[in-house]
């Protein structure tokens, strides 16, 4: 049986393409180059990476990524983008959970919630974190976005999706928020890229910024920055607050 993730990413490719979260693509790489210290010589890991929007954007400014997704039509889409700029990418499907490479990365990237914190439990989320540790080397940098635990707490989850519902391809309906859980249930609506309607039940995990720091601590990580996640415009200069759907995160590895 597939999971939710699954079933939506199957054949949306396309219309992912034109969610209105995908449209920030120039300033968060404006973003990881800073992070990254213009260094072209670094290499990176794009994790999630969906149709490849960063991928190709940090390739096309000289920089060598590898992308990988568990979305097979997600890849495909990317891998046919890249094509038309002339580039070529290593795109390769796996499991986040299971990365196959250990400390050959100076810098991991996790944007737009690729893959954490879809999973069905706090445990597989974990090891999601845990593989992305794994494929960096010592002093790597891991850079992601993940949802803000405490929105939910001070705001209505369905407030929030109604009003960005006029720019959405997907739909979010019959939102329950459990406090216990700090998961979000909801029934979410999209068109995929052959025309068909589905209705899906999804559940995301939100997590607070102490939990985060708590994780990446126990997977070594020296450093953890969390700031509000700005579409389009990711900076150090932006506290996170109640009212940031989604929190920044800069974790920097030990030395070893």
């Given amino acids: ?109 996790m944007l737009c919630e690729g893959g954490f914190p879809l999973m069905e439990t706090d445990e597989m989320n974990f090891e999601i974190l845990k593989s992305a540790a794994n494929t960096l080397k010592p002093d790597g940098k891991f850079i992601f976005t993940t949802l803000n635990g405490l929105f939910p707490i001070f705001n209505s989850l369905q407030e929030f999706y109604n009003e960005d519902a006029k720019d959405a391809v997907a739909t979010y309906h019959d939102n329950t928020f459990d406090i216990m859980t700090f998961r979000d249930h909801n029934i979410t609506v999209f068109e995929d890229d052959d025309g068909n309607k589905h209705e899906i039940s999804c559940n995301e995990r939100f997590y607070i910024p102490s939990e985060i720091t708590w994780l990446l601590k126990s997977l070594n990580f020296k450093s953890i920055d969390i700031y509000a996640a700005n579409l389009g415009a990711f900076s150090r200069n932006d506290p996170l607050t109640t009212k940031d759907f989604e929190m920044l995160v800069i974790g920097r590895l030990g030395k070893g």
């Fill in 1 to 109: 049986m597939k999971q939710w993730y699954e079933e939506l990413f199957a054949n949306y490719a396309k219309k992912y393409d034109n969610e209105s979260f995908t449209r920030g693509t120039q300033g968060e790489c404006d973003f990881l180059e800073d992070e990254a210290g213009h260094n072209k010589s670094l290499r990176i890991l794009d994790i999630g990476c969906g149709t490849g929007r960063h991928s190709i954007e940090l390739t096309k400014r000289g920089y060598t990524v590898t992308g990988i997704d568990l979305s097979e039509a997600q890849l495909k889409r990317a891998q046919e983008k890249a094509a038309q700029e002339g580039l070529e990418i290593d795109f390769r499907q796996a499991d986040a959970r299971y990365l196959p490479f250990t400390a050959e990365f100076d810098l991991a990237i």
